[in-house]
């Protein structure tokens, strides 16, 4: 190891740091100036505090380590004028001081900082690669060195979904004086971005009568979801017209998981045709497997659409001519 920023060939300079013979108090203490060029009343340099100067400089300009292949990070170069500097701009910019590698488990990571922190601050950032598991909880934990561990949660403060935290991610966490925050995007809000998934359309074209209060039922059967976390995207159509008497609005109803749809589709009356009815619903808490599902129309007060479903010559003005109904179903990731 090179001399650095020593006395160097200097008369009476020695290769192995002397005794520090000064004596500290608790106030700070400070060189005085001699009074004038004939008085020796100035504080003497003694070689222990020149001394000390020159360990605390070699340690800050040897202690950014080396770099993957053994180099110095800053050569040691006493012609260099700037080798404190480039020093701490090295720190800077490596940020070892607050990375680590995750030695926890998929739901309690552990990192160690080194050196070791004085405290968790509020506003510390950590940067973490998690180790080979994804998180399984809602409540993932971090402990860094020897403080407890905090739960990890997201940017909002809210409570992480399992797999938010992927295997072998590289993760930057803001202290924020109770939890760690979660900086970056998340497994599970780049998912509701995501395309539908499982997309099955239902097309019905015969129309029965359920029962004598006058509803129709034109489209039945089941709908298997596959996922148990996902939201339920439902848009039922139908070509059908109210061709009820007065203005009362035509009701479709979708009734599905225990779960009752009901759209306004139109107001119309004897003489007026209206738009086809449509509309899209989402439901959620929906569980996976089969889900058998109906549709039916009526009007929205106790008359029935009679001319539907007693068909008389006039029906051509109110129905099209072949009567549809149906459903798409689909179902995306919240």
């Known amino acids: 190891m090179a ?12 290769t192995v740091r002397p005794a520090d013979t000064r004596v500290f108090g608790p106030d700070d203490t400070f060189f005085q100036p001699c009074s004038s060029p004939d008085l020796d009343d100035g504080t003497e340099i003694a070689a222990d505090w020149l001394n000390g100067i020159l360990v605390q400089s070699r340690g800050l300009i040897r202690g950014n380590g080396n770099t993957v292949g053994g180099a110095k990070i800053v050569t040691e170069d006493n012609a260099d004028d700037a080798m404190m500097l480039r020093a701490v701009q090295h720190l800077i910019q490596r940020g070892q001081m607050l990375f680590g590698m995750d030695s926890g488990s998929a739901d309690a990571m552990v990192v160690t900082l080194s050196p070791a922190p004085a405290e968790l601050k509020s506003g510390m950032v950590v940067r973490v690669i998690k180790g080979n598991n994804a998180n399984l909880t809602t409540t993932p934990t971090l402990k860094v060195n ?8 997201r940017r909002s403060g809210g409570a992480l979904l399992p797999g938010d935290l992927e295997a072998q991610a590289l993760l930057e966490l803001l202290y924020d004086g109770t939890n760690f925050r979660v900086m970056d995007m998340l497994a599970s809000d780049i998912a509701a971005q995501k395309s539908p998934f499982n997309v099955v359309q239902f097309v019905s074209t015969t129309r029965t009568v359920l029962n004598g209060s006058g509803f129709l039922s034109f489209a039945t059967g089941t709908y298997t979801k596959k996922s148990a976390t996902s939201d339920l995207i439902i848009r039922p159509r139908s070509n059908l017209f109210d061709g009820g008497i007065g203005a009362n609005a035509g009701i479709m109803r979708l009734a599905i998981a225990s779960n009752n749809i009901e759209i306004t589709t139109h ?3 004897n003489t007026t045709s209206s738009p086809a009815a449509s509309g899209e619903r989402k439901l959620s808490g929906i569980g996976a497997g089969a889900k058998p599902w109906t549709i039916t129309f009526g009007r929205n007060d106790a008359t029935p659409w009679r001319t539907i479903i007693n068909p008389t010559n006039a029906d051509a003005a109110f129905l099209a001519a072949v009567s549809e109904t149906g459903v798409v179903f689909a179902e995306v990731e919240p």
């Open 3 to 14: 001399d650095l920023l020593g006395p160097a060939s200097a008369p009476n300079a020695v």
């Open 146 to 153: 020897s403080f407890s561990a905090k739960t990890v949660v």
């Open 267 to 269: 107001s119309s009356d």
